[in-house]
């Protein structure tokens, strides 16, 4: 049976959250402590979000330098699913997973609401189940979600169809209003809203059972 690795910093609270709703599509996953450095037991990770090592420096500054970082750069260079939401996403690309970076919020505000998505792409681990122009609600929940890039990056991006959601109304200042992005094989996604937050019927919103049922499944299919 398929069996995915959530990573788990100080700091870091979603850690349940994603383990019941992988649960609820009949995944498998266990904990796994950020001093660890085996994941050969997985068919896939996700970073999920909090705050690692309490934000300090930036957020995922400090977590870039956790033993369990280059064990999850083999398994990403090797076509792994690996996901990372919120401060994983920002973990992902402090680690140099993902391009870009995330920046404080476009009015300095922390903001927790629901935002409407725009799926761009299927070709990625967590939008394979979906079509392009789909729209779904997921919450978001950050202070440091305004991703940003210099132009250059921009434009591969969207050549590589590496741009996976936007936001339909930008709550944040990101660039091109993105909301998720993908490394150039696919196998590889950060997102700053949370699928684990709206993955039940108890919660209000089941849109996230549809990115993380993608995420599911590519731990069948393997690489993209």
């Known amino acids: 049976m398929s069996k995915v690795g959530i990573v788990v910093f100080p700091g870091t609270n979603c850690e349940h959250d994603v383990a019941r709703a992988l649960a609820n599509l009949g995944v498998q996953s266990e904990l796994v402590w950020h001093g660890d450095s085996d994941l050969s037991s997985y068919s896939g990770v996700i970073i999920p979000g ?16 956790s033993k369990i970082m280059s064990e999850i750069i083999s398994c990403a260079n090797s076509g792994v699913p690996v996901l990372g939401i919120c401060n994983g996403f ?31 792409t299927t070709r990625s681990i967590t939008t394979s189940q979906l079509s392009p122009g789909d729209r779904i609600t997921l919450p978001i ?32 200042g990101s660039i091109d209003n993105i909301a998720a992005i993908s490394n150039k094989g696919g196998n590889v996604v950060g997102m700053m809203p949370h699928p684990e937050r709206a993955s039940s019927a108890l919660l209000g919103n089941s849109d996230g059972l549809k990115v993380l049922a993608s995420f599911a499944a590519s731990l069948v299919v393997g690489a993209l």
């Open 50 to 65: 909090g705050f690692a090592h309490g934000d300090y420096l930036r957020p995922g500054a400090i977590a870039r330098f």
């Open 90 to 120: 920002q973990v992902l690309t402090e680690a140099g997973l993902l391009p870009g970076a995330l920046q404080k919020n476009s009015g300095l505000r922390f903001i927790c609401q629901p935002e409407a998505l725009e799926v761009v």
């Open 141 to 172: 929940n950050h202070f440091e979600g305004n991703y940003t890039c210099d132009s250059q990056t921009l434009n591969l991006l969207i050549d590589n169809d590496q741009i996976v959601m936007r936001y339909i109304d930008n709550p944040n």
